[in-house]
């Protein structure tokens, strides 16, 4: 919280006439007690106004909305208050002496009042809790993302202290990168405070003091505090002790996210297969249970009660696969997920098309609604349904899959670039040259393209290039190197930017951006290069053994989607024809049998329906697991047309 935010939230200057009033009505809440936890908890949510200022807020916003519910409710009940005295009046003298009873003498606005009062009473109080949660929520989004980012900063301060700069200048330059997330806004409080009083140690103390990482930022900073005194050898040495330290924090806490996904994939197993056999539980016992057979009235009309069972049944599946995918893509390491941003222009989502699978899906969106709407004249609605979700989803996640080769191929690239690049620097030849001389001779396979780009940008020297209000050029068609409003920036840091743009894995931005920063302080050219040699084995390293652990539970998924299709076809093929035939001998058996219980045409296609529901959630599950939601498509898609190729080619359908 800034020092401007801190006094508006004292005092009720520097705000809005709106707000001030409102510190005017409420601020004296924040003195209970109820919201000491709160006040506790703020300062590490990051937001910018004064604690009171906010719970002024929350309070104003309870009264809205009690007032809102009040008004709702009293309008709702008065609409439906004959209905109400005519229940009650039912009640009263189906029970005489009972608490209904005397419920219908009381006048039925009382009741209405009553209801309605106690309504938005219960609002209010649910308002101010949810802004409380809301508090508790926003600092435990803000440390878990500094525990992700953490590392990645300390690793940059590690490669920093190799050069001249102290620890305040450091501090700055680790806090102006956008790489490290909520660690690197943590670090730009640091700073700004260190400004603000000239002390670097009363900027890390209250730094420690306000951050919502009592565990690990917090240690890390009075450390770094501690240790900044003792002289620069001090400091370097402890940053690289904690590098290491903060390494092995990350394996052990991969390794028991391995441990909770093998039990969340055996689990997975389990509720998928129930489904299904709870779906041919109810089949059989309609025979024997013609209760089930019982219509219940719906919003869509009166439906029998096994029918509601069996799409029931498909509704928690499709659940069960969305939660299962979204748990698995939480567990992934934050460092190891895909993103891909389409492009701002409708010709340059054209042209990305076969490489950019966000590109991918904003074209082939349209294509599979209207290949859907034109199934509906030919197939059951549900099948439309899937032959839209097929035609969306396997161009989608092929085009994903296709993209994830090329940038494994590209990190599988980048340890041979680092360690040819590293040596050529040892030879005391500058970081251009080294790059110019790696791009001409070593073959980096699907990385030249971009290792060539980064050579010629970085050949180019600020006086060689144009600025926007005149000056010299070189001929060029990479993209220039100064900003639009004629400013010229770092070319090394610029062309190192575009090199990590261009590459777009997560690897190369973990990597590429030590250089950029190293450099620019001052580093020995040498050290960086023997720290980044060192961080991108292991990266790719710990790549690699995720990319293979997380392959067992896309098998879980196709495994556990063919499994339900074995089930579902041999009881299609043994079972369902049988109780048929057992259910017309309901006239001349001595049982009490349910006739026409069992038709196999309509079974068979309940069967169905919920298989195609494993089908997407098994696809889901599995997808997530191998690379991300693009392949999670891919999956799905196939295990779909697989299905109906099963389903189709045995006659079930």
């Known amino acids: 919280m800034s020092e401007r935010g801190a006094a508006a939230g004292r005092d009720g200057h520097g705000l809005s006439l709106l707000d001030r009033g409102l510190y005017a009505l409420f601020a004296g809440h924040a003195d209970e007690r109820r919201h000491a936890i709160d006040r506790k908890r703020y300062p590490g949510t990051g937001l910018r106004t004064g604690f009171d200022v906010y719970l002024a807020r929350a309070y104003a916003a309870s009264w809205v909305v009690c007032l809102l519910v009040l008004t709702g409710t009293l309008v709702l009940l008065s609409a439906l208050s004959p209905a109400i005295e005519a229940g009650l009046s039912h009640l009263s003298t189906s029970s005489a002496g009972d608490v ?234 934050a460092d190891q997920r895909l993103t891909y941003r389409r492009p701002g222009t409708p010709a340059a989502v054209l042209r990305s098309v076969m490489r950019n699978p966000a590109s991918t899906a904003s074209v082939a969106l349209l294509p599979a609604l209207l290949l859907g709407a034109a199934a509906t004249t030919a197939l059951h609605p549900v099948n439309a349904v899937l032959a839209a979700y097929v035609a969306f989803a396997i161009p989608v996640g092929g085009v994903a899959v296709r993209r994830a080769k090329l940038d494994d191929a590209k990190d599988r690239e980048m340890k041979d670039f680092v360690h040819a690049v590293s040596g050529h620097v040892s030879l005391g030849r500058p970081f251009a040259e080294a790059v110019e001389a790696v791009a001409t001779e070593v073959d980096l396979g699907a990385l030249n393209e971009d290792v060539s780009d980064l050579a010629f940008n970085l050949s180019l020297t600020t006086a060689g290039v144009r600025r926007a209000d005149g000056g010299s050029t070189v001929a060029s068609t990479a993209t220039p190197l100064f900003e639009s409003d004629g400013h010229e920036v770092d070319l090394r840091t610029a062309a190192l930017d575009r090199f990590v743009e261009r590459v777009g894995t997560p690897l190369a931005k973990q990597t590429v951006g030590l250089v950029t920063g190293a450099l620019n302080a001052g580093s020995d050219a040498d050290t960086v290069f023997e720290t980044l040699q060192t961080e991108v084995g292991q990266l790719y390293h710990e790549k690699r053994a995720l990319r293979s652990a997380m392959l067992v539970y896309a098998v879980v998924g196709w495994t556990t989607a063919l499994l339900i299709i074995g089930i579902i076809v041999a009881v299609n093929t043994q079972v369902i024809e049988g109780f048929a035939q057992l259910s017309e001998l309901s006239g001349t058996s001595g049982f009490a049998l349910e006739p026409n219980a069992v038709q196999p045409e309509r079974e068979r296609f309940r069967f169905y329906v919920v298989t195609q529901a494993t089908m997407l959630a098994s696809g889901w599950f599995a997808g997530v697991a191998s690379r991300g939601p693009y392949e999670a498509l891919l999956h799905s898609g196939l295990l779909v047309v697989c299905c109906y190729a099963i389903f189709a080619g045995g006659g079930m359908i």
Do not use: C
Request: hydrophobic share 50%.
């Open 100 to 333: 209904t009873g005397v419920l219908a003498d009381v006048p039925i606005l009382w009741i209405v009042s009553g209801v309605a009062g106690v309504a938005g009473v219960t609002a209010k109080r649910l308002t101010i809790r949810l802004s409380g949660l809301y508090l508790r929520w926003l600092a435990a989004a803000r440390r878990a993302d500094i525990e992700r980012t953490l590392p990645g900063a300390v690793r940059y301060l590690n490669a920093l202290a190799a050069g001249t700069d102290d620890a305040r200048t450091m501090v700055a330059k680790a806090a102006a990168s956008d790489a490290y997330g909520e660690t690197g806004v943590a670090l730009r409080k640091v700073s700004n405070t260190t400004r603000l009083t000239g002390s670097l140690d009363e900027g890390l103390r209250r730094g420690a003091r306000e951050t919502p990482s009592r565990d690990l930022l917090a240690p890390f900073l009075l450390k770094f505090r501690e240790h900044a005194g003792q002289g620069e050898d001090a400091l370097a040495d402890y940053l690289r002790m904690e590098s290491r330290m903060l390494r092995y924090r990350q394996d052990r806490a991969r390794k028991r996210a391995e441990g909770y996904l093998e039990l969340l994939s055996e689990l997975f197993i389990v509720v998928l297969v129930l489904p299904a056999l709870l779906v041919i539980v109810v089949t059989v016992m309609s025979v024997l249970a013609p209760g089930l057979s019982r219509l219940v009235d719906t919003p869509f009309g009166a439906v029998e009660t096994r029918t509601l069972v069996v799409y029931g049944a498909a509704g928690f599946v499709l659940a069960v696969g969305i939660a299962g995918a979204v748990t698995v893509e939480t567990i992934r390491p």
